[in-house]
């Protein structure tokens, strides 16, 4: 069974940055998907890429700020978000699955991650 384990959760000032990874032995094959939760709010999709890396696709919320990428060499998936906002805060999930499509749709991914938080707050 895949084994999703996020890192570089944190607090950070509005405006500022962060980068998470999500790394598993074995998910090269998987499309990732990064989703958050914010405290009284469903999960939402953020962003997602396929097993290859040749396609990504961004939540209308965070285009223009949000970048994901792979290393299939280090079995590791990166989410770099810049120009943090209070309204990011949450906890964010990384989750495998066969595909990453137009519609960031948590029902097409099997394994998840444990989450890890993130609070932008001055």
């Known amino acids: 069974q895949l084994q999703l384990v996020e890192s570089g959760g944190g607090l950070v000032q509005p405006g500022g940055s962060l980068r998470l990874s999500c790394t598993a032995s074995?998910?090269?094959?998987?499309?990732i998907a990064w989703f958050r939760q914010a405290p009284g709010k469903e999960r939402e999709g953020v962003s997602c890429?396929?097993?290859?890396?040749?396609?990504?696709n961004y939540a209308d919320s965070v285009k223009g700020r949000f970048t994901i990428s792979r290393d299939n060499a280090k079995n590791t998936v990166y989410l770099q978000m810049n120009s943090l906002t209070p309204e990011d805060t949450a906890v964010y999930y990384c989750?495998?699955?066969?595909?990453?499509?137009?519609?960031?749709?948590?029902?097409?991914?099997?394994?998840w991650g444990q989450g890890t938080q993130v609070t932008v707050s001055s």
């Open positions: 989750a495998a699955g066969p595909y990453c499509t137009g519609t960031i749709d948590q029902r097409t991914y099997n394994y």
């Open positions: 074995g998910f090269t094959s998987y499309a």
């Open positions: 890429i396929s097993s290859g890396g040749g396609r990504t």
